[in-house]
């Protein structure tokens, strides 16, 4: 190795797991196997760092809040975090179908981090360790423990990265070239050679960030203000809705101009984006305002979000306006923006790049295929995102218990959860740049809503041991109380009485000529189940969780019918799988590419298997016919 350490000395403390890293999968992958009985150390460059933003101030927003949602399902904390340090909350999308409805909270950073710290700290089972994990041990292929920078050796049964953006990491703008990780945080220099070393591929991605602007030389008369939902709706399904009813911060909206793209286009030959100087590959989904400026020249203006990054700060977060840019032309173009004229620097805008993996590594578990014991979740697996790295991290820790515990890993699949649609797209499909979540790549995602993600994965969350029995009996008594509520929905008759008939007019609604049931009326675009209460006049005095429940399968019932018999089919190729000793050159049938892609990724069913790049259906049907005649 390049650096110098001291000798080699074994810590006698034994561990079941050691997770690297402390960022939001790090914390879901720690707390997740400590909860479930495994004694576990987590390491981190710096206690400062845990569960650190150290970008945009929130979490949630259009797909990831379904993620943040399911890890409160499947027992995680993240959700929990959030409702009691946020200080904005917004459902997203709202005048658009209950697929796609979002939670996004603004987050008060530092006080986020403090209380992820607190809950890390009390949990039984864990300790917290500030040190530079160097080399990961094995034996024969399989994880033996770690080595830190001072020499010290932690034995332990498995290991999972999570080390975000934190290795080989370099912040740059301008000419300005620093190698640490994020917020000027200490980077992981020296895991990448060990890892390697184990024959593992890496990629090297970039990610960046706007500036931080004195909240004191803001014109806000110039913005428009963004306020918070006036009834707010918790991310955790244990937090009680009246705790989360708060004063709210606002939020608020400007916009560049063409005087800022001049400016940015008179200074691209300064950016290390268009000059060469960063060799990693950006998010797609998440560009740079140099980026914008040049993929869109004819767009006139671009969205500016001015957010606080916490209560007790005058930090303000220029969301939009992600830069590498040199610092003098970082002043020059926010000062060109509405209100930002007279803006002052708190911290400079910078992009970072740092290592990853090629996550094709890795089985649906999150575990390596070929280092027995070795997990890994988050940034490091090539995604982008606080909330996707917590889902992963909850998943990896889960499965490092359960390994260690001999039982079977738990794999969500497509059909159950955007957890499902993200491990699965990582681990199979290829990404060359950070992948992102969003609605669009869950092909069932009217059945994946936000809003029943406890219906779908609490269950599954108490038979992993993550959910108690109080919650348990929780979830079942809101299931039965939905049941009889839709049954008997169905089954009540509204005849042609003058109130009802007024309370259609009202509505702009069609009056009837005949009598029908209140399901038939709450499939009207322009009812619901809310709206008709004044009519019926058995209704109980249900929770408003249940009532919006009542509310959607009722209204959407065609549809999610319609989406529940695709998933069947998906099922039954997934169901479909492949022997792990096939040797796809023996199949001569196959392309030569497809034969390439299949013997990289060693799919364990022919569902997942038709989801790779590279292979195509006719593929998929000789594989068929292959497996058929086995």
Avoid at 49 to 57: F, G, H
Avoid at 175 to 198: C, F, I, R, W
Avoid at 270 to 283: H, Q
Wanted: charged fraction near 25%; charge should be neutral.
């Amino acid at each position: 190795m390049k650096y110098s350490a001291n000798s080699v000395w074994e810590n006698k403390d034994e561990y079941d797991v050691a997770v690297i890293g402390a960022g939001h999968a790090g914390c879901e992958a720690a707390l997740a196997c400590a909860r479930l009985g495994c004694r576990t150390v987590m390491f981190t460059v710096s206690v400062d760092s845990i569960a650190l933003m150290p970008c945009n101030p929130n979490i949630g927003g259009s797909s990831k809040g379904h993620l943040v949602r399911e890890v409160d399902a499947l027992g995680g904390e993240m959700g929990k975090v959030i409702d009691r340090t946020f200080i904005q909350s917004k459902m997203l999308n709202k005048s658009k179908g209950p697929a796609v409805h979002s939670l996004r909270a603004q987050a008060d950073k530092a006080d986020y981090s403090r209380t992820m710290r607190q809950v890390l700290e009390e949990q039984d089972l864990l300790d917290i360790r500030q040190m530079e994990v160097t080399d990961i041990l094995t034996k024969d292929r399989k994880v033996t423990g770690v080595q830190t920078y001072s020499g010290a050796v932690y034995h332990c049964k498995a290991v999972i990265l999570c080390t975000g953006t934190y290795l080989k990491a370099r912040c740059i703008y301008g000419d300005v070239s620093t190698y640490t990780g994020p917020n000027g945080l200490q980077s992981a220099d020296h895991l990448t050679e060990s890892l390697k070393s184990l024959g593992v591929r890496m990629y090297r991605f970039k990610t960046g960030t706007p500036a931080r602007i004195d909240r004191r030389s803001i014109d806000f008369s110039k913005m428009e203000e963004q306020k918070g939902d006036e009834k707010v709706v918790p991310f955790s399904f244990t937090t009680d809705p009246a705790d989360v009813q708060i004063d709210q911060v606002s939020c608020w909206l400007t916009y560049t101009n063409e005087k800022t793209h001049d400016i940015i286009r008179k200074n691209l030959d300064r950016s290390p984006l268009f000059s060469g100087a960063i060799e990693g590959t950006g998010p797609r989904y998440c560009p740079s305002i140099e980026d914008k400026v040049v993929k869109f020249p004819d767009k006139e203006r671009h969205q500016v979000f001015i957010e606080p990054e916490g209560i007790h700060t005058t930090e303000m977060y220029i969301g939009g306006m992600s830069s590498s840019l040199p610092e003098d032309v970082q002043y020059a173009m926010y000062r060109s923006v509405p209100g930002l004229e007279h803006a002052k620097i708190v911290r400079n805008a910078y992009a970072i790049e740092y290592d990853c993996i090629d996550a094709r590594q890795l089985m649906s578990t999150l575990e390596f295929k070929e280092i027995d014991g070795l997990f890994s979740g988050g940034q490091f697996n090539g995604s982008s995102g606080y909330e996707e790295a917590a889902a992963q991290g909850l998943i990896a820790g889960i499965n490092a218990a359960r390994k260690i515990q001999g039982k079977e890993g738990v794999i969500i699949d497509r059909s159950q959860g955007y957890i499902g649609v993200l491990i699965d797209d990582l681990v199979t499909k290829e990404n060359h740049e950070p992948y992102r979540m969003m609605t669009s790549r869950a092909e069932y995602r009217l059945l994946l809503r936000q809003d029943n993600a406890d219906l779908r994965l609490t269950k599954i969350g108490y038979e992993i041991g993550l959910i108690d029995e109080e919650r348990y009996k929780r979830l079942l008594r809101k299931e039965k109380m939905i049941d009889e509520e839709i049954n008997r929905v169905e089954h009540t008759n509204i005849g042609t009485s003058e109130e009802i008939q007024n309370l259609l007019s009202s509505y702009g609604s069609a009056l009837l000529n005949s009598g029908t049931t209140l399901a038939e009326l709450i499939r009207r675009p322009e009812l619901s189940y809310g709206k008709l209460a004044s009519v019926d006049i058995n209704r109980p005095d249900l929770p408003w969780d249940v009532s919006e429940q009542v509310n959607i399968n009722i209204k959407y019932d065609g549809y999610i019918k319609r989406q529940m018999r695709q998933v069947d089919q998906f099922k039954k190729m997934e169901k479909k799988k492949i022997p792990d000793d096939i040797d796809y050159d023996d199949i001569k049938s196959l392309r030569i590419e497809a034969r390439q892609k299949l013997s990289q990724i060693r799919p364990v069913s022919i569902g997942q298997a038709s989801r790779i790049s590279g292979v195509s259906p006719a593929d998929v049907s000789v594989l068929l016919v292959y497996l058929s005649s086995r």
